[in-house]
């Protein structure tokens, strides 16, 4: 490793620095070669306990002013760099990329996948394309598990056993914050859902996992373009061309959601209610009550804007 990789400081209070340091020292080769012990699934359960612990941090999303009346915490487990070390170089095989090849609605891991994303809504947008969109509540920490080992086995074999040995059991989280008492407090978790935020392999467990989600909703409705980045699902449908399109559209539109819920919470996919949004150009005509009746009560339906995948896509006054 680079001696600038990093300067964090690890669970088992090792940086990157330090390690590339004593690349070259007797405890060096020793620790290399147990890190590719780890990665070849060759280590003892008790020592894979020990490389799979991990300490919490929370982070909090929201500016301090506003920390207090409306927290909005991830819990992001930094893990081993020792770990990290190990399971970065299965995400260099040819086998990876042929995984990643397996989700063709993913772009959470593509080479400039938001960009991809980006571009497509806004080319979808110029065209008279609706276009509409959602996220996940607590996504990592939701996805069901199992669904979870069983796409890796399906969509990347070769690293089969390493997923088990590092998802196959509840994993140690240990969580210190400091008391109102003055006490430095220790809180023990196990991680037994998801995949943990801060592994190198979360990202892409858990777009193995809710593939097979993707590729249900892309079945039942083709004439929706699906493009996903990690927990976000952005799709558009085919311009309407007339006031009977449109409606149709709305109506197919209520349906997708239902079954996106049906389909995605079983497996642990919640939508965010307050993430939900259909982007309409300025001439769609209105959503008759009937239809918005069945439609979320939180959805934002708006014709001027909205910023996708980091990018301001709607009219020239909302872009501008």
Known sequence: MKKNASTSIDFFGYRADFISEIANTA??????????LFANCQLPA??????????IT????????????????RPVNSGSLL???ATKARTKAKSYQEALKSMPHQFGLAKAGPEIVAHGCRLEYARGSPIFGGDAVQAFQRLDREIMLKETAKRWPEATDLANMMYGEPSLAIYTYPGEDGLLHVRLNYSQDGARMGCVLGSTLYDLGVAPLHDKLASKYPSFTLRALTDDIIAAAAPPRSEAEWHEF????????????????????????????LLLPPHAPHIDADTR???????????????ISGAFIGTDKYVQ
């Open 27 to 36: 405890f060096g080769k020793a620790l290399a070669r147990t890190i590719a």
């Open 46 to 55: 008790l020592a894979n306990r020990a490389f799979l612990a991990g300490s």
């Open 58 to 73: 929370a982070l909090n999303k929201v500016a301090p002013e506003a920390q207090r009346s409306d927290p909005k915490i």
């Open 83 to 85: 770990q990290k070390c």
């Open 250 to 277: 709305y109506l197919r539109y209520a349906e997708y959601l239902f079954d996106l819920k049906e389909w995605g919470e079983p497996m642990g996919y919640k939508l965010h209610p307050e993430k939900l949004f």
């Open 293 to 307: 009746a069945r439609l979320p009560p939180d959805l934002c339906i708006t014709r001027e804007g909205r910023k």
